[in-house]
């Protein structure tokens, strides 16, 4: 019984599709799952480096938010003491209010704190009521921080119409310590050699 043509025909078309498959198109299909496989990594890398930079983003806001208000903190509790710059305000602010400054500063020293230092400014002042009331409020105003302590108030012997009162208090102002203050190394104890002790 002889093959029809056709059929002839169909298993070499199969034969060539079967060979043009394992040479051509099932390589390419493995190219294709490789390249599917590295673009869902690269996606998954993109989603990770978006999350991430939201996150450097809000951490940059926080950092600059923190920087401002360093920045507002350090205004009105300077990490320097502008003593000199102080002490004229002060004498300024008196004059202005028309305050006879009795005593202003003195030998009152800092006292050191966790990471600031408290600077008290004893003042004695001559005046009116009313203007030492403007120039209390003023330093209460002031840009710095001040806190009023020790305050006393009393008559004067002899009144006039610029002074009737005289008053004492101690204005008290802060600063930051600055970074090598604050990591100042504690003291070392000289060792003694082994075997020595202590004698009473």
Same mark, same amino acid.
């Given at each position: ?9 169909? &298993? =070499?078309a199969?034969? +060539? ?8 198109? /099932?390589?390419r #299909?493995?190219?294709?799952r ?16 978006k999350?991430?930079k ?10 600059? &938010? =923190?920087?401002?208000? +360093? ?5 009105i509790m300077?990490r /320097?003491?502008e #003593?000199?710059e102080?002490l ?6 008196a ?6 400054l ?10 050191v704190k966790?990471f600031?230092?408290e ?5 004695e002042v ?10 209390i ?6 840009p710095?921080?001040?806190i ?5 108030i009393?008559a004067?012997?002899?009144q006039?119409?610029?002074a009737?009162i ?9 600063f930051f310590?600055?970074e ?13 050699p082994r ?6």
């Amino acid at each position: 019984m002889k093959t029809k043509p056709w059929m002839t025909y169909a &298993a =070499l078309a199969v034969l +060539l599709a079967a060979f043009g498959y394992f040479l051509y198109f /099932k390589p390419r #299909q493995a190219e294709l799952r490789t390249a599917r496989n590295e673009r869902t990594a690269v996606e998954a890398q993109v989603v990770d480096l978006k999350a991430k930079k939201r996150q450097l983003d809000r951490i940059n806001a926080e950092i600059e &938010a =923190l920087n401002r208000s +360093l920045s507002e903190l350090e205004a009105i509790m300077p990490r /320097k003491r502008e #003593q000199s710059e102080i002490l004229r305000n002060f004498q300024q602010m008196a004059y202005d209010q028309q305050l006879e400054l009795v005593r202003f500063g003195g030998s009152e020293r800092e006292s050191v704190k966790d990471f600031y230092s408290e600077w008290p400014i004893p003042i004695e002042v001559a005046g009116t009521y009313h203007n030492l009331g403007r120039f209390i409020d003023r330093i209460l105003h002031f840009p710095r921080i001040f806190i009023i302590d020790d305050f006393t108030i009393k008559a004067v012997p002899s009144q006039s119409d610029a002074a009737t009162i005289s008053s004492q208090f101690t204005a008290k102002t802060f600063f930051f310590l600055e970074e090598s203050v604050l990591k100042k190394p504690e003291p070392k104890r000289p060792q003694r050699p082994r075997g020595e002790r202590d004698e009473f």
